[in-house]
């Protein structure tokens, strides 16, 4: 089974869990045992699984601007204008796909895990997550 997620989000750096959404589809599949797939269709933007902890939201942004810093020169900016790079290393680095098994029709999440989606880009973005969905029984 195969489905898709639409998520706005209120731009760069905005993290959201969006473990209800996934659940939602997997609640919808019927599928009780297998994996499920998620990908996202996006270049400036990344899929994590966390703790949903406002102070390590606040970190990983914290971390981002550290490692890949939006005031950087970067050739892809020179060439193209668009002042978001740095949205496009950061999506490298946490990257755009997960994969999470399913047991009972639940996902097999740790106690304190979370799914979420984290913009990257300079602006507010519709986002789009295909979930696949692959029974195992």
């Keep these: 089974m195969i489905s898709e997620i639409?998520?706005?989000t209120s731009g760069e750096l905005d993290i959201i869990n969006i473990t209800p959404l996934v659940e939602e589809v997997v609640r919808r599949s019927g599928v009780a045992k297998g994996m499920v797939f998620l990908f996202l269709k996006s270049t400036t933007s990344a899929l994590i699984i966390n703790e949903d902890e406002e102070g390590?939201?606040?970190d990983?942004?914290?971390t981002l601007e550290t490692l890949i810093p939006r005031s950087r020169r970067y050739a892809?900016?020179?060439a193209?204008?668009?002042e978001n790079a740095h949205s496009h290393l950061r999506s490298i680095l946490l990257g755009n796909s997960l994969q999470i098994p399913?047991?009972?029709g639940r996902l097999m999440l740790g106690t304190w895990q979370s799914v979420f989606l984290v913009e990257l880009d300079v602006r507010p973005r519709t986002r789009k997550i295909v979930v696949s969905i692959i029974p195992l029984e």
Excluded: A, C, F, I
């Design 6 to 8: 639409e998520v706005k």
């Design 56 to 58: 390590l939201k606040s």
């Design 60 to 62: 990983l942004r914290e």
């Design 76 to 78: 892809h900016n020179r």
């Design 80 to 82: 193209w204008g668009e």
């Design 102 to 104: 399913l047991e009972g």
